[in-house]
């Protein structure tokens, strides 16, 4: 069974930095895609950042600039560096894995982890 397990969420005032880290387990292939998404109280999640295992990322405006996405491919793991955290970053963000295995499409999130950024 395939897990993803977020870590690194905090409390930070505005302007500081967290790293957010995905650790995974239970796979026995390289995932395609791997990313973080958030959801705020409220409002739908969205994309904050991915990264294929060739390379290619893409960011939401808001993060571009700030966050830089980076995995590990042989570890399947995927770290989130936030940098000038501003108050609307707060939210939940998870983690997310996907991609196809053969023909068969596989998406998979992880639990979540909270990061709160006070003014």
């Known amino acids: 069974q395939v897990q993803l397990m977020e870590s690194g969420g905090d409390l930070v005032q505005a302007g500081g930095s967290l790293r957010l880290s995905c650790v995974t387990s239970g796979s026995r292939f390289r995932f395609d895609d791997m990313g973080w998404y958030r959801q705020a109280p409220g409002k739908q999640r969205e994309l904050v950042a991915r990264l294929a295992s060739g390379g290619i990322s893409q960011y939401a405006v808001s993060a571009k600039d700030r966050f830089t996405i980076s995995r590990d491919n042989k570890r399947n793991t995927v770290y989130l560096q936030m940098n000038n955290l501003k108050v609307e970053d707060t939210a939940v963000y998870y983690c997310?894995?996907?991609?196809?295995?053969?023909?068969?499409?596989?998406?998979?999130w992880g639990q979540g982890t909270q990061v709160t950024v006070s003014a």
């Open positions: 997310n894995a996907a991609g196809l295995y053969g023909k068969i499409p596989y998406n998979y």
